[in-house]
């Protein structure tokens, strides 16, 4: 019995060596592994910073909403910008929507700009006329 389970014993360290063998290979796999090795810490430190920076960022926006959650509701309005203007985007035009070479859908986007005339995120709804200038 024990003549048998050294018999294993051996194999299996061959086995291994031979497998580590083919990994390694002949041509500097070491070297190559530890680069890897190397550019694989690189990245899990730049990934850690990274980490750290955006849970500060989560641990200041938390401040900020119980903050805001904290005022009454008038003085939240207060606070919040006012829309000052609506732009439309150059980006709208007439777009051939089933690309027959007819430009037959109107697309329209706008801006919204508030009192400090940075763009910002508003509801509601936008109706579009258009009227023939030629006619």
């Known amino acids: 019995m024990e003549k048998t ?3 294993i ?7 291994a060596l031979a497998v580590c063998a083919l990994v390694l290979g002949c041509d500097g796999g070491t070297e190559k592994l530890f680069d890897q090795i190397k550019l694989l810490a690189e990245e899990r430190t730049e990934l850690k910073l990274q980490v750290e920076k955006l849970q500060g960022e989560n641990a200041e926006l938390t401040k900020r909403a119980e903050t805001l959650s904290a005022l009454g509701p008038a003085v939240r309005l207060d606070v919040l910008g006012r829309l000052a203007s609506i732009e439309i ?5 007439l ?4 690309k027959d070479g007819t430009k037959e ?5 706008v801006r ?3 009192d400090a005339g940075d763009a910002i995120k508003a509801v509601g709804s936008v109706e579009v006329q258009l009227w ?3 006619a």
């Open 95 to 98: 777009y051939d929507k089933d």
């Open 9 to 15: 014993k051996y194999r299996l360290v061959v086995a």
């Open 112 to 114: 919204t700009i508030d």
């Open 132 to 134: 023939d200038l030629e």
């Open 89 to 93: 985007s150059g980006r709208s035009g």
């Open 105 to 109: 859908s109107l697309v329209v986007y």
């Open 5 to 7: 389970a050294s018999a």
